[in-house]
Nanobody, 125 residues
Framework: QVQLVESGGGLVQAGGSVRLSCAAS????????MGWFRQAPGKEREFVAA????????YYGDSVKGRFTISRDNAKNTVYLQMNSLKPEDTAVYYC??????????????????WGQGTQVTVSS
C-alpha cells in the first residue's frame, strides 16, 4: 500500500513558476514509476509527466514539454514537478500517481494503482 500526498499548489501569474511535491509512504518508493496528471474543470484527466524508478526514463505530455520538469528523490520518498512559464490553460487539479515497476503505458491512468488527493494550481492571466 502506498499513500501519496501532494503539496505546493496555489495561485500564480502567467509566466510564473510553481513546484509541486508528492510525498509517498512506504519503504519501496524506489520501486515505483511515478506520474503526474492534471484535470481541468469539465475536462478529462490528462497525462503530464512520468519518471521511472531510478529517474532513468522521463516522459512528458506534449502540452508541457520544455516547460515542466519531473524529478524524484528516493531518499526522501518524494517526486517533484517543476512548472515554469505557466499559462492560464495549465490551471487544473494536479494529481500524483504511482505504479509498481516499469510500465510501457505510463501515460494512461489505468497504469497507476495509487493516487493522491490532488492539489489545485490556478494560473491567472
Amino acid at each position: 500500500q502506498v499513500q501519496l500526498v501532494e503539496s505546493g499548489g496555489g495561485l500564480v501569474q502567467a509566466g510564473g513558476s510553481v513546484r509541486l511535491s508528492c510525498a509517498a509512504s512506504g519503504r519501496t518508493f524506489s520501486s515505483y514509476t511515478m506520474g503526474w496528471f492534471r484535470q481541468a474543470p469539465g475536462k478529462e484527466r490528462e497525462f503530464v509527466a512520468a519518471i521511472s524508478w531510478n529517474g532513468g526514463r522521463i516522459y512528458y505530455g506534449d502540452s508541457v514539454k520544455g516547460r515542466f520538469t519531473i524529478s524524484r528523490d528516493n531518499a526522501k520518498n518524494t517526486v517533484y514537478l517543476q512548472m515554469n512559464s505557466l499559462k492560464p490553460e495549465d490551471t487544473a487539479v494536479y494529481y500524483c500517481a504511482a505504479t509498481y515497476g516499469t510500465r510501457a503505458d505510463y501515460g494512461l491512468m489505468s497504469a497507476y494503482d495509487y493516487w493522491g488527493q490532488g492539489t489545485q494550481v490556478t494560473v491567472s492571466s
